[in-house]
DNA sequence: GTTATACTGAACCATGTGGTTCAGTATATA
DNA sequence: TATATACTGAACCACATGGTTCAGTATAAC
């Protein structure tokens, strides 16, 4: 059985669901990047973007380091790996339900027709 | 190119970030149910899973039907569809870059070995 | 016609979000 | 040493979220 991190599954759908974070995320998998980078690729102020990061940061899908007085960001590893998996699983749920509609309606064409066909005669 | 309807990711990720509502949505995988089942289900009033099902509906990921006094909550079609895509693409970005790291690595760990024996000689 | 059921909406509460400004600290650079 | 750069933290703002209660309306069951 999957058994998923529920607080981390929270924490980083919250995270992903902001289009300056995704953007974010897009840049760091061109290039690390500083605060200040990211912060005027976005049109931000510094500590408006610290606080994206900040968000990333906790939904260990980014990681940073400082050193001297810059703090360099990029992609925390195995990313993205809960989130595609909770993601599948469900679209799998998904279809197999869809499927069974699909049967369904199947069936009740054809008892249709067949109705139709003893009605006839 | 792909694109992606920005503002429908936005709302589907934030739906997802909340562990009640992604239980909604797998009880919703195994059969339609009211608000009333619903709230029954996740300990909550009905009201309090109202607002829920409205979050889910507004980022078309469920549907919902009022039929005399109950309202009957179902999966959306084409669910999930978008978001698996997104997060697809970006794990590939992701492992691309990981990758293209191990090759300085690798490129590093060659280099540091040819050193090794030129010193030896 | 009365009563129970199923939902709905408004209003409230504490907390979080996305952003800002302002006032710092720490580190490079000239 | 003086100055510029890069970040950090506190405080504020308007608005959203996750939940509640309370007072309704509409429909079904007796």
Known sequence: MVQYNETRLDASFAALSDA????????LSRADASITD???KFHMTL????????????????TTEKAGRVRTCRLGMR????????IERHRQLWSARFDALDKIVEHLKSKEKADARRKRR
Do not use: F, Y
């Open 20 to 27: 300056t974070r995704r953007g974010v995320l897009e840049q």
């Open 38 to 40: 990211l912060a005027g």
């Open 47 to 62: 500590t408006g973007m610290k606080k994206h990061v900040g968000v990333l940061e906790r939904a260990a899908l980014v």
């Open 79 to 86: 990313a993205l790996e809960e989130e595609a998996a909770w």
